[in-house]
């Protein structure tokens, strides 16, 4: 598994009204990846290239990892949810759906009014890639598709589509730079925590 934590992020939000008798302000829904379109056209060194993200790609990770936070931006700082309690998170047909009930905090009371105004209408989530494939073309862009990713987090973010590029560019240089399987890291791994850290660091 990789170690470059990579982000995307996709159009489409929708605030939901929450039950009289609940605890929440509101509800925001929306899907953080979506299956069989192609992002926006990347350059490496060995051309251009797309991604897209095969069905299935969420059902592993979403099966063990049960305690994933809901972030504004990509912000450790400013938690917005958290799976299973506030945050539902789901693969259909479509994508990575999800579902985050806010609680009121000063946080989801900004957000929540930014997504009414039409400023935030994206989702996006951060993920390690566990496996893909890389499928080069002649007279088109080569295709990366993701088949298995570990989701680290989700987050409303300002941005539609794909905005960390070079990010992008970087991992998959690293994938086509080895056609050897990677080895088994022998250092102690990063936590949680410090992968969550990470997150925050890079995509600011």
């Known amino acids: 598994m990789r170690k470059d934590i990579e982000t995307r992020a996709h159009k489409g939000i929708e605030v939901r009204a929450a039950p009289d008798d609940s605890e929440f302000i509101g509800v925001l829904e929306g899907y953080a990846a979506v299956f069989g379109s192609n992002s926006l056209e990347f350059d490496s060194f060995d051309g251009p290239w797309v991604e897209r993200i095969q069905p299935g790609a969420f059902k592993r990770t979403l099966k063990e990892r049960g305690d994933v936070r809901a972030l504004w931006n990509h912000d450790s700082g400013t938690i917005i ?73 989700v987050s409303a973010v300002v941005w539609p589509a794909y ?38 660091l890079t995509t600011r």
């Open 81 to 153: 949810a958290r799976a299973p309690n506030t945050l539902d998170l789901s693969e259909d047909d479509k994508g990575l759906r999800v579902k985050i009930s806010l609680v009121d905090t000063s946080v989801n009371r900004d957000l929540l009014a930014n997504v009414r105004a039409g400023n935030v209408d994206s989702m996006s989530f951060g993920f390690n890639v566990r496996n893909d494939d890389f499928d080069r073309k002649k007279d088109e862009p080569n295709v990366r598709t993701l088949t298995d990713v570990d989701l680290i987090e």
């Open 163 to 200: 905005p960390d590029t070079a990010l992008a560019v970087r991992s998959v240089e690293a994938f086509l730079a080895t056609d050897e399987p990677e080895p088994k890291p022998t250092a102690p791994q990063p936590s949680l925590r410090e992968q969550r850290l990470r997150i925050a």
